[in-house]
């Protein structure tokens, strides 16, 4: 058994005082009045319609993880292809993170009305109740995260497992669990949100000219109801999976790269998770610097946020160098630096992102005023911008890659055995720095749907222009601040993925080691010829000259297009079936649109839970078959080419689609604002469509595709096993 | 010198045969009558419109030329970079790609007034002009491709340069001149249409409500001078581009992987340009097979251009055994499979096309039916739809790839030095035996465009009801038959562009040896390390853990989508000029829409002019810029990611955008035919937005990344002695 050092019991710590502060602050925001009667009662409808869906999310998830859980116990038992662990990481990975999913929308669900009451009062007080929920959110992800990384390597360690290389790479097992439930949530809650938003936004602004969240639209409930399904929910499980899947990946980087020396790689192992856990009591500082004065501006606001996340990612920079050096890391300095490399890299591509998407910048300007030209301008300008914003975060984190790996070294650009293990651990211990203040960033991100659900509850309960209009600023804050959290998101799935690359090299090692030590004589001599990454590149030949190579990255590229294509044509279908039913209701229940008949909001919910449920299943899945039979056909070279062409193709992808949705629906707010004629001018409806449009793109496909390069890379991890008994 | 063998001569003959054949069929194309005065004087505006756009087109160019060629002359004469040779091939393939283009849209610009007369006696007449005419450009294009190569390898040859291999890369430079030539015609062709259509659509189908060519919109000589240089001049060029691509590079591969017998390696050289020549023949008679009976219907129009194009395919297939065997080369079956396989790819992608973009199908009909709910599902469905489009390319060239590599490796999937070599010629040469039958299957794609304008001819001149009928009919056909063409013309720039990678590959050991002789110490010892693929891989670190290639294949995928990007913007930038202009002009002359005041269309030909040539200077300087920045910065193996990451990032890409556009088209040709409430209802307007933002999908962006992923090559390739001089 290794022996863990006393500093390692800061990461369960951090994780419990994360997890306490979470149920403190969902008491505090509990205790809050839930306001009048009608908002009551429209909170208990969304409740109800959301857990009613995640009820059957979690169903249909469960059957899926019992029969992975049943064909990875066969392996690892069966056939010695795995691990005998890896069943139960895995099982533990989807339950962890389904459980963030859980409590974020518990939480959410409970704040909406608390909000929109709140706001009655003062901005000020909206802005509390709202921040603080979101931070029940953050902090519980967090928590579990650290929670789940600190029970496993205690386990395992006291399981008598040697090697930290094996305990690194079994660990990585549960970032699978994460990531299949995470898919299924993303993708899940995507289509179901976006077909009741798009179907309500069709049939109420553009045909039947009444207002967002109007309580006469039948799909209003069940717009509301997706909010929390995709945006919390969704997001829960996503982040999930990026945080621990960072940590580990790090550190198993960590076990390879300084495998040498067993207690100098323990420290490099642990590092990362204890970055993580000071990360922790540093965002928690953040989120109570988030306070405003009464009738603060929006400026003002947004200052106070900004302030939040920002001291915390400023405190952290300095903590890593202490934490480092005290960890007793040779080459803590350099080390150090690549985690400022990522934290920047986060703040560039966060910033990239606001400027893309926000109407106080000329591109979403430009989209806003392309509506006076019809609708088919505001698209063609809003898909010219999207693939145009690919540029700033690509190159950024093209350039962290190079400098985290460059720091890492000692500031040299060798790639010879030993640089490259320990490069790679630079690059991985960057996305860790981009994550490490989680608990703020994605606290923020939460945010954003409690205060647009506030505002449909607002609506809903006709509480008058005032409130409607503080929830619409808290709201407005949201879409900036969730800019920010979108580039830690996006530049971290893009360094992790990268570093999995290197995780996957090492599993095929561990694969082959176990068939060796089973007397495979062949395997054996394979073994030998695959000691360091050029040597494993060499004997597999995953040279950019190799057919299967190539073969790899063009599959990669078109994985990231059929999924987002699948996906979109998943929410056009369910949109259509919403659109019918609203229309059905408009036409066959009399005087709903005069608001004397109460429209049949249940069948809306059914409907998009139904489409979400059907339509789920056959992209997540593909995500996991794709890989293996990668493996299958074209080996090794042609898992790697799979996943970097996946890789390259799905990130860019993924901000073309993002950012196009994201500049599309701030477009439209600024007709909404009295632009271009306003509200209700044909300048609305053109970029109604463009909203509508986007909407899909930002909420459904795009950060799916994070998921989906995360997964393809974890899968090919956990069937290294397979691919190895065709070699 | 080498001994050319007598069978060679056959290139210079068929080149000669065909570029005869194309001034028969172009003065018989002459001979026609022209139809009434008032639609001689529509073909006089529309010829002088596109004339004078290429006019100025050309002088652009030509300044871009002249500095590129005198950059290379300095780093031929003045630095020893590149050798001698490579300015003048640069600027003879700029001049021969320009040629095509203009001999093209020289033709169509005649026979479009002349279809339209012909129309007016019968169907059959009208489709023999416009075919024939296609035919012209067809020729043109492989005459002219054929006569450059003829004549370059004759010099060469007779210039007493000895190596096969420096022949081969030194002929590869004039396929630069035309990539750069092409790109230029592609993209400011592509705005130059899509500016004018998109325009004219927005303001006359939409707002006005007027019928598309109607002669009371103003843009509309302007969108008919579109279809002839976007459509015609530049798909010439791009085709031209293609051709010669295909065959130079697979010429470059066999000298590469036969060097080690100067005789067995002439035969390897020469192979695929003899395949070209005689494909010419097997064109020509294919031409000359199609012809219709009098009172034929759409399925029998279609049966006999189909039967051309087969007729020639199927022969060349069967011809390909007894070139190749009496060329006496030594494996002739093998690789005689690989042309098949490369054939049966092209003609597989074409059927993927056809299936994805014609209203005939399921896709295309589920868009068309979306416009019940709206122009935003129309929207959603048609990305949808091109994201999924993708797989089936993909997949079947991924299939390509790997089959015509393991045909001419003897059914091995071996990827050692000698393997890898003659694997690649296997790749190389499948990508000529799609190309084989350009003559007829561009003929066929050339016919669309003219018969499109027939059309707006007929409208304009207001020839009634049955000859508009005819020429809608003769279109249709066009878009179908457009369909394989497209298969074609991507299918082949993939595995083009791959066989470029081993060309590159072979330019920096030129580069080195170059130097080497020079007296350079070091590069005499870089020499020897780098001999065959596997050690130049080796040496260069050319595997996917190196960071430098991670960020080479991400910067690959982003260069794609940003020049979308920048292209989707440029086309909407210029149309909303246009509709403002043309606005402006409903506006401001009286009776305009009564028919009683002429438009001006002079002033949209001048916006649609200025526009495309603003706006095509940046995209296409960036693909000439971004592969050598990135080689300085990043080395060979930054260069080689680079490359590998644009050709699945664009390949896919470009099917999605062609794709989509494709079926938003059809989308709405099928609500025109009388579905869903016909012309003029809501159904239509959402189909035209669908349309309308298809327009620079398929027309501009998606076509020009074709020509982007080679150009990118084609600069590595002439750039390499820059890149080696880093080293």
């Known amino acids: 058994m290794n022996n863990i050092p006393s500093v390692f019991w800061l990461v369960p710590v951090a994780s419990l005082v994360s997890l306490g502060m979470a149920l403190y602050f969902y008491l505090q925001m509990k205790k809050a009045e839930e306001g009048t009667p009608r908002m009551q009662e429209i909170a208990e409808h969304v409740r109800k319609g959301a857990m009613a869906y995640l009820k059957q999310q979690y169903k249909v998830v469960t059957i899926v993880f019992v029969v992975l859980a049943i064909i990875f116990s066969i392996m690892a038992y069966g056939f010695q292809l795995q691990n005998p662990w890896v069943p139960f990481a895995f099982l533990t990975g989807g339950l962890f993170s389904g459980l963030a999913g859980f409590f974020g929308m518990k939480t959410a669900t409970h704040a909406s009305a608390r909000t929109a009451n709140a706001a009655r009062q003062s901005l000020d007080a909206g802005l509390k109740v709202a921040f603080r929920s979101g931070a029940v959110m953050g902090l519980t992800v967090v928590g579990l995260g650290l929670l789940d990384i600190a029970i496993w390597f205690v386990i395992l360690n006291a399981a008598g497992v040697e090697s930290l290389i094996t305990i690194t790479t079994t660990m990585l097992t549960f970032g699978m669990g994460a990531s299949t439930q995470a898919l299924f949530a993303r993708v899940g809650g995507g289509i179901y949100t976006k ?9 109420g602004k553009v045909e039947a000219d009444i207002p967002e969240d109007d309580p006469r639209n039948p ?7 997706g909010d929390n399904v995709g945006d919390v929910a969704g997001m829960g499980a996503d982040l999930y999976e990026s945080y621990c899947g960072s940590i580990l990946s790090t550190a198993a980087l960590g076990a390879t790269a300084y495998a040498f020396c067993p207690e100098t790689q323990l420290k490099y192992v642990i590092a990362p998770m204890i970055i993580a856990a000071v990360g922790i009591f540093l965002s928690l500082i953040g989120i109570y610097l988030v306070r405003t004065k009464e009738g603060a501006t929006m400026k003002e606001l947004l200052h106070s946020l900004g302030l939040g996340t920002n001291v915390s990612a400023g405190l952290i920079a300095v903590a890593t160098f202490a934490i480092l050096y005290l960890l007793g890391i040779e080459n803590w300095l350099y080390i150090s630096f690549s985690v400022i490399v990522g934290l920047l890299a986060g703040v560039i591509i966060g910033q990239a992102t606001e400027y ?12 806003s005023a392309a509506s006076q030209t019809g609708a088919a301008t505001v698209i063609i300008k809003g898909v010219g911008t999207g693939m145009i914003s690919t540029m700033i975060p690509v190159v950024t984190i093209s350039v962290a890659i190079m400098l985290s790996y460059l720091c890492a070294n000692g500031f040299t650009m060798d790639v010879n055995a030993e640089a490259l293990s ?38 809903m309960s006709e509480l008058g222009e005032e409130v409607r209009k503080r929830t619409d600023a808290l709201d407005a ?14 530049g971290s799935a893009a360094l ?33 010829k695959i000691q360091d990454i050029p040597a494993f590149m060499d004997y597999f030949q995953v040279n950019l000259m190799n057919p299967k190579v190539i073969v790899g990255v063009f599959i990669g590229a078109m994985a990231a297009f059929l999924f987002s294509g699948i996906t979109m044509g998943a929410v056009g279908r369910a949109a259509e079936d919403m659109v019918k039913e609203v229309r059905r209701q408009f036409r066959e229940i009399a005087g709903i649109l005069e608001g004397k008949a109460t429209p049949d909001y249940g069948r809306c919910v059914e409907i998009s839970t139904r489409s979400a449920q059907r339509e789920m ?8 078959i794709i890989p293996i039979v990668v493996g299958l056909i ?7 080419g799979l996943l970097v062409g996946g890789l390259a193709g799905g990130f860019t992808l993924a901000i073309f689609m993002s950012n196009a949705g994201g500049a599309w629906d701030n477009a439209k707010k600024m007709v909404e604002e009295g632009n271009f004629g306003g509200k209700g001018s044909e300048c609305h409806k053109a970029t109604v469509v463009g909203d509508t449009v986007g909407d899909p793109f930002k909420d459904t496909s795009g950060p799916s595709l994070n998921i989906l390069i995360k997964l393809m890379s974890m899968v090919s991890i956990v069937m290294a096993g397979l691919t190895v008994a065709f070699i």
């Open 422 to 459: 320990k490069g790679l651990y630079g690059v991985g211990i960057a996305a860790v720095g981009m994550l490490s203040t989680l608990g703020i960033t994605l606290a923020t991100d939460a945010y954003g749907p409690i205060a647009d659900n506030a505002g449909g509850n607002a609506e």
């Open 617 to 624: 299943i056959f992209p997540s899945l593909l995500a996991i």
């Open 195 to 203: 077909a009741a938003d798009v179907g309500a936004d069709i049939v």
């Open 496 to 528: 992790t993925a990268l570093a999995l690359l290197a995780s996957y090299i090492e599993e095929i090692k561990e694969a082959v080691a176990r068939l060796a030590n089973e007397g495979d004589a062949h395997m054996a001599e394979v073994l030998t």
């Open 356 to 367: 893309y998407t926000s109407h106080s910048y000329k591109p979403t300007q430009e989209i």
């Open 477 to 490: 804050l949201g879409n900036t601040t969730a800019a920010t959290g979108k580039g830690f998101a996006i």
């Open 634 to 640: 074209l080996g090794v070279a042609g898992v790697l």
């Open 219 to 225: 799909a209003t409930i069940a717009d509301n109801v």
